[in-house]
């Protein structure tokens, strides 16, 4: 039998392993449990792919990812390893020839879901010889994991189902709680824990705040074009963001196509097919679905909205320069993430595990020291020293007395009977006589308009950084209105200065052309931000803890999707339509989910196409604003 280092050279053509590569490879064919805590490029494939050749049974490796299991599969088919795939995207003559050809010894390794891996099991224990389960993901058994699955839970029962099975489980992202649950959940004995280095210095870390969406559009083609006939991959919140960024791209002569998991299994493979073939450079994909590209070519990775949370930004990051070559990560953040976010964090069943994770994202995005030592000691790799490949290191922040700025801002916060929202906030201070201002006599207060001469972005900026400072909260459960603390109260009343950073500047200037009038409402306490300076704040992704319109509709307002079933059917019955006809059931869910208050921000939801938007959308948008004013 040929030894790990042997097969590594002969089979996949590398000379040396990575660090622990061969010492996980050597205590798993010694038929010994094991955890391992990789990131994501760090080589984790390898780590029971070899073990797999080295036993005489067959390994079967569980994966939630039908796109890393076909990708996986090509690999290893092309190294001439026997390598096939039970999943949903096969019809059942399919499947049949696998499970002919995993009886007969053809395959060494089988890739399965923990879905269909429970139905299998019986078939497995009757007619296979399982010698490894290597269970990918391994963080989503865990409650405490970033991508909890109820399906994972099943898989505590394997040692008992097969107890002559070796159990490895294989993660990029764990913390102390999750590596602790996936060890006692999955049952493992004689079991080593493995963690490597979760550095990755070859990825430069950038974040940029405060974007508009014509402003991220410009960055990313500036990324592109320093990346000529190179693979990226932007990952949005939303599945229409991905089209319409796409959509933009491919305007703007890119080579891009969208992913998400409203596509067809068969279009969905064909992007991944074009995409892996670089037949297409750019992927603009949903992260809540995840892709499971395993490409080392990718030179760029773009977050278009913050994600949930740290494990998962790095998980997604960490598929650029899995070859060791220099690549870049660019990370989009603003407010309207986070609220969105947070009322996902609110309605999702995992409220205090969820907002901690954002919480840490967050401060991730805001914070002014070294970023690849947040995310090293985030994963408990102590690092004091800062990496020379971020954008904090690269550029440290200028900073400055910010008293009186902050001053005007609690002042116009405190006139109100903090009865405003974040947006508004701004707008009080620019001097903006929107509707509801006029409405609500904020015009008439003495801090109307004393933040004129600073513009509406840098407004934002700096109260997300009175935000960060503990100068303010935000009372989620009063719409969303600004709070001003004691530390604000203090800085308000004179009692001690408050130092602000410079806002970054955004290197790329608007083209010039004239921008479409701003809309005369802007509603506090709902995070709708209007204004054409604030447009970038309007985006309304997908809730990420599932990346399902019907699971979003769960949290729509119900009142308000009763008032827009009476608005359908009265278009249905001008036009003699059945009501289905003017708009689904799930598009009214989403409405009410989203309620987008301009005919642009209606292209953000599902099933609203562009001739439905010029022939009704507006009577939905002015039903949606006159529910929004009466609650």
């Given at each position: 039998?040929?030894?790990p280092r042997e097969i590594l050279k002969s089979v996949f053509g590398y000379d040396s392993f990575r660090p622990m590569q061969e010492?996980?490879?050597?205590?798993?064919?010694?038929?010994?449990?094991?955890?391992?805590?990789?990131?994501?490029?760090?080589?984790?494939?390898?780590?029971?792919?070899?073990p797999a050749l080295i036993f005489d049974g067959i390994t079967v490796v569980i994966s939630p990812l039908i796109s890393l299991m076909k990708d996986q599969v090509d690999a290893l088919n092309a190294n001439g390893i026997g390598a096939e795939a039970l999943n949903s995207n096969?019809?059942?003559?399919?499947?049949?020839?696998?499970?002919?050809?995993?009886?007969?010894g053809e395959v060494k390794i089988l890739y399965i879901s923990p879905e269909r891996l429970q139905r299998e099991i019986p078939w497995l224990q009757q007619h296979l010889n399982v010698s490894l389960f290597a269970i990918d993901e391994a963080h989503c058994i865990s409650q405490w994991g970033h991508d909890f699955r109820p399906e994972y839970t099943q898989l505590g029962g394997l040692h008992q189902a097969f107890p002559k099975a070796t159990i490895m489980a294989l993660t990029a992202t764990a913390d102390k709680l999750t590596k602790e649950d996936i060890v006692r959940q999955l049952n493992l004995q004689d079991y080593k824990l493995f963690i490597s280095s979760f550095d990755r210095p070859n990825l430069s870390l950038d974040v940029r705040r405060g974007y508009s969406g014509q402003d991220k559009l410009k960055t990313i083609l500036s990324i592109i074009s320093k990346h000529e006939n190179e693979s990226g991959i932007i990952y949005c919140l939303s599945r229409k963001n991905t089209e319409k960024v796409a959509a933009d791209l491919i305007d703007a002569g890119v080579s891009a196509k969208a992913y998400h998991a409203g596509m067809s299994a068969?279009?969905?493979?064909?992007?991944?097919?074009?995409?892996?073939?670089?037949r297409i450079d750019v992927v603009c994909a949903t992260i809540a679905f995840g892709m499971g590209i395993d490409k080392s070519n990718v030179r760029y990775v773009i977050h278009y909205n913050l994600p949930k949370s740290i494990e998962s930004f790095y998980q997604e990051i960490g598929r650029a320069g899995r070859d060791g070559l220099p690549s870049e990560t660019v990370l989009f953040y603003n407010f309207q993430d986070i609220m969105t976010l947070r009322g996902f964090v609110n309605e999702s069943g995992q409220r205090e595990i969820n907002s901690e994770k954002l919480d840490r994202m967050q401060e991730y995005a805001e914070s002014q020291v070294c970023r690849r030592r947040i995310l090293l000691n985030y994963f408990g790799e102590n690092n004091s020293s800062n990496c020379g490949n971020c954008d904090i290191c690269k550029h440290p922040p200028q900073r400055f007395n910010g008293t009186i700025l902050v001053q005007k801002a609690l002042s116009a916060i405190k006139r109100t009977g903090e009865h405003v929202g974040f947006s508004m906030t701004?707008?009080?201070?620019?001097?903006?006589?929107?509707?509801?201002?006029?409405?609500?006599g904020y015009d008439k207060?003495?801090?109307?308009?004393?933040?004129?001469?600073?513009?509406?972005?840098?407004?934002?900026?700096?109260?997300?950084?009175?935000?960060?400072?503990?100068?303010?909260?935000?009372?989620?459960?009063?719409s969303s209105h600004l709070k001003i603390t004691e530390s604000g109260n203090e800085v308000l009343f004179g009692k001690k200065s408050a130092e602000l950073a410079v806002p970054p500047q955004i290197e790329t200037k608007p083209d010039g052309k004239q921008r479409k009038p701003r809309s005369k409402y802007t509603l506090s306490g709902a995070a709708r931000f209007n204004t054409d300076d604030a447009r970038q704040y309007t985006d309304a992704p997908d809730n990420p803890y599932n990346d399902h319109i019907a699971s979003e509709s769960n949290h729509a307002d119900k009142?308000?999707?009763?008032?827009?079933?009476?608005?359908r059917k009265q278009i249905a019955d001008e036009n003699n339509w059945p009501a289905y006809v003017v708009l689904s059931d799930k598009t009214l869910k989403d409405l009410a989910y989203k309620t987008p208050l301009s005919l642009d921000e209606l292209q953000?939801?599902?099933?609203f196409g562009e001739v439905k938007i010029q022939k009704f959308g507006q009577r939905f948008i002015n039903a949606i604003l006159e529910y929004l004013k009466m609650h």
């Open positions: 039998m040929p030894t010492d996980i490879i050597n205590h798993v064919v010694a038929h010994n449990d094991a955890l391992v805590l990789m990131p994501t490029g760090g080589g984790k494939s390898i780590c029971y792919q070899i096969n019809d059942e003559s399919e499947n049949a020839a696998i499970r002919r050809r995993s009886k007969s068969e279009e969905r493979n064909q992007v991944q097919e074009d995409f892996i073939n670089d701004a707008e009080i201070l620019k001097g903006f006589r929107s509707e509801e201002i006029v409405q609500n207060i003495k801090t109307f308009g004393v933040g004129s001469g600073t513009t509406l972005k840098h407004w934002h900026d700096y109260l997300l950084q009175m935000l960060q400072l503990g100068y303010i909260e935000i009372a989620y459960n009063e009142t308000l999707f009763e008032v827009l079933r009476k608005v953000d939801v599902f099933g």
